[in-house]
């Protein structure tokens, strides 16, 4: 993991966020309970928005999920807001999936020092990282989290779709169309209250 965010970092600091950029490709934890990094923290997202960012070469802009922290978990908030770099669909970070205005997540990352937002006070803020390579996005609704928490279901029907295949083609596009269908990793997510997810991972030492 720290190669991966040695190589992300870099790629920040040159500012390579471009359409012929490579795509990622990487392998992590699958499940949220191995993802914890260094800041973790329920978040709201406020919006979308271009904003210009320094610490490479030039100041550059480029889309970001302005996310409003509602309870640190771990790690120390800089401000009450997580500015969170979007992804274009080929680097080695993501975004939250659903971007509008009021949805919630639980979200693990780190800070990109010495890559910030310019404000129009001439305030500083530190773009904030999801890395690909990790499970480290949950969603909230309500009092329900959502997500890959303590086990992933669908990398596991993966796997076991990888070893029929090796048996049979037939078998193989059969077991494709009965478990890993369009919308089918949604019903794979595991559900949890959240008093029970965060006494899971306070007993674990995660946070």
Known sequence: ??????TVILAILGLIIESNALACSCSGPNKFMNSISDFTAEVEVVKVDTVPI???????KNDVTILLIKKVLSGKARSDTLFLLNDHGFECHQSVPYKEPGRQYIVSGRFADGNYIVGSRSTKNDLFILFLCSENILRLEGDIVIGNITKNRMSKRYKKSMRIKKISNKWYESYLQRKMYYGATEKTYQRMKKKKFYRKIWIRNLV
């Open 1 to 6: 993991m720290n190669f991966i965010f040695r």
């Open 54 to 60: 320094a610490g490479g070469v030039e100041t550059v």
